[in-house]
């Protein structure tokens, strides 16, 4: 997914003279092609985040459009005030393509675990949050950032990821994907979840429980539209999210529904990372594993939640 | 250890024209009429942004967003008095605008911000930001073959921030000897003095050593300011740092050097009688 939107953003330079790099002291030999057919075009400026996101506005001031790129937790929690100043206060196209989004660095430990970046991200006026699922996606995507007004902060998963998202899903910012009709349950997913969704559904289907999937792959803005018209007849709604519970998807999600629904809400079930800084490492997989988010443990928590659903009555003050 | 500087003892002995003056009554107007503002750091700067947009910035107050008008950034935000009275003084905006400062309608909020106020090219107030999104307008003028020049005014509290030396660092890097970094050097930041909270010394040599070509000069002399920015870049390939050494509250005997006149809320009887006397009637 990495390599695809790299690549992309060398394809759109082509294309559109208003397109650069920055990175900031990105791994040997990023875009180097671009490097060479765009010298001026490809800015590696540091690693001085706050700086290059400053710079990055004034260049955007200018009618440029920066494409800025290092690790997810530098791009979010090194360079806030200058993101949410110097971008969002402006509402300047900038783009911010966040390496590792999530759980990708599971072994490098918590300074380089991006686990609340949508919540950050989101929070901020004017920004608008994308988690592409694959590479595929990502090059759809991509294609769609050269013309969208205002910054765009983009989680990306690592490499092989796999392909799990088709062309005939298109790609519009802001347009959710209904990936499997919806049935008992509706699954809304963001970035990396809709595989682990897709293997949740047919286990699910298996014992007997028919699980729809809409894939939010744009958190911000959220298609409210799209979320109405999934969840109806369902019995349950699920969020999946590589991410702490607030904030995040689960709360986008749970906003939309109290601001739209009132007091008819559907039971709800958010699943996430807990709200901690992960102190193992291994992988991306096993992290997520232990913290309930493999295919089986979704499924059997969505079949937990369907039964409660059916046996409680919602109460205001459970005791 | 600050070093005695014969700029800084010229900043202090130095008198005021009547333009230097009219313009600190338009400020301590506005702060009479909000009932706050920070005034030490707007009255040091006066005389640099006066002298930027009467006699250097390349600027048309008809046609505020020409995509050939320097660029001028004031990153200290605080000192936005001084900018207002500038701009609406050059046309930009009403000088009535003035008495709204801080009002709940008013375009003139207590840091400037870009979009509600003609002639402000970047919201600011937050520190630290303005020298990098001035590095990246200095940048784009060289990539889109423009020819105006960015100016930067920064405060000396301001530079504690370590994203300032980042952008100095970028500056050097790219050669932007169309890069202008002004500092307002007071030596006075909200708590007190600079040398106590984080000392700047020696800050020539620092700028110096971040490789930008380095200029010195007592920041209430409008000539010197004239004479020094208008020979921008002081060297051909570098971005320039110009160290305006200050005084903060400059022309209110009570204000001067002294940090509780950063910010002041509503000003009493005796001192606006000390204030007319200061600066004349208003």
Not at chain 1, 179 to 201: E, K
Not at chain 2, 135 to 149: C, D, I, K, T
């Amino acid at each position: 997914m990495r390599n695809t939107a790299m690549n992309m953003v060398h394809k759109l330079a082509a294309r559109d003279e208003r397109v650069l790099y920055i990175g900031s002291d990105p791994g040997a030999g990023t875009l180097r092609a671009m490097s060479k057919e765009f010298p001026k075009r490809h800015l590696i400026e540091g690693i001085s985040e706050a700086h290059i996101i400053g710079m990055s506005a004034g260049l955007a001031m200018e009618g440029l459009l920066p494409y800025v790129n290092t690790i997810a937790t530098f791009l979010t929690r090194r360079c806030y005030e200058q993101v949410a100043v110097d971008l969002c206060l402006h509402n300047l196209p900038v783009r911010l393509i966040a390496n590792g989004g999530g759980l990708v660095y599971a072994p490098l430990g918590p300074t380089h675990q991006a686990i609340e970046d949508i919540a950050i991200m989101r929070a901020l006026p004017n920004m608008t949050v994308i988690c592409p699922c694959d590479a595929d996606e990502a090059a759809r995507m991509m294609e769609q950032t050269l013309d969208w007004k205002g910054p765009i902060y983009i989680r990306l998963g690592k490499g092989g990821d796999a392909i799990v998202s088709k062309a005939e899903h298109g790609f519009e910012i802001g347009k959710a994907i209904l990936m499997r009709p919806q049935g008992d349950v509706l699954m809304v997913t963001t970035g990396i979840m809709l595989q682990r969704a897709f293997a949740a559904a047919d286990l699910l289907a298996a014992q007997g429980v028919r699980a729809g999937i809409l894939h939010m792959h744009t958190v911000k803005p959220l298609d409210t539209a799209a979320l109405l018209h999934a969840i109806r007849g369902v019995k349950l709604v699920a969020t999946l999210e590589e991410h702490v519970p607030s904030g995040g998807l689960g709360s986008a999600i749970a906003e939309a529904l109290i601001d739209k629904l009132g007091a008819g809400l559907p039971a709800m079930l958010r699943l996430s990372l807990p709200d901690r800084f992960m102190h193992n490492y291994g992988s991306q997989d096993s992290l997520l594993k232990k913290h309930g988010l493999s295919a089986d443990a979704i499924a059997t928590s969505i079949e937990h939640a369907l039964a409660a659903s059916r046996t409680s009555a919602p109460q205001l003050h459970p005791t | 250890m600050i070093q005695i500087s014969p700029h800084a003892e010229a900043a202090l002995t130095c008198t005021l024209d009547e333009r230097s003056l009219y313009l600190r009554r338009l400020v301590l107007g506005s702060v009479r009429s909000a009932g706050r503002g920070h005034v030490g750091p707007a009255l040091s700067l006066i005389e640099m942004v006066r002298v930027l947009y009467d006699d250097v910035l390349r600027i048309d107050p008809t046609n505020p967003r020409d995509p050939n008008r320097d660029r001028a950034i004031l990153s200290k935000g605080h000192g936005c008095l001084a900018l207002y009275v500038l701009l609406a003084d050059r046309g930009f905006f009403p000088l009535s605008e003035l008495d709204g400062f801080c009002g709940p309608d008013s375009i003139l909020g207590g840091h400037p911000e870009y979009g509600m106020v003609p002639g402000v090219e970047a919201s600011t107030g937050a520190l630290g930001h303005g020298l990098s999104i001035g590095v990246g307008l200095a940048l784009a003028a060289r990539m889109r073959e423009r020819s105006y020049r960015t100016f930067v005014l920064l405060g000396d509290g301001e530079i504690n921030e370590g994203s300032v030396w980042e952008a100095a660092m970028g500056a050097a890097k790219h050669g932007l000897d169309n890069l202008v970094a002004i500092i307002d050097y007071n030596k006075l930041q909200s708590y007190g003095p600079t040398d106590y909270v984080l000392p700047l010394e020696p800050l020539a040599d620092k700028w110096r050593s971040f490789g930008f070509a380095v200029q010195e000069l007592n920041g209430h002399d409008v000539g010197a300011l004239r004479t020094v920015l208008k020979q921008v870049p002081a060297v051909p390939g570098k971005p320039t740092a110009i160290i305006c050494h200050t005084v903060k509250g400059k022309g209110l005997p009570a204000a001067e050097s002294n940090a509780d006149w950063h910010h002041k809320n509503k000003l009493t009887d005796s001192e606006l009688d000390a204030i007319r006397v200061a600066v004349g009637d208003f």
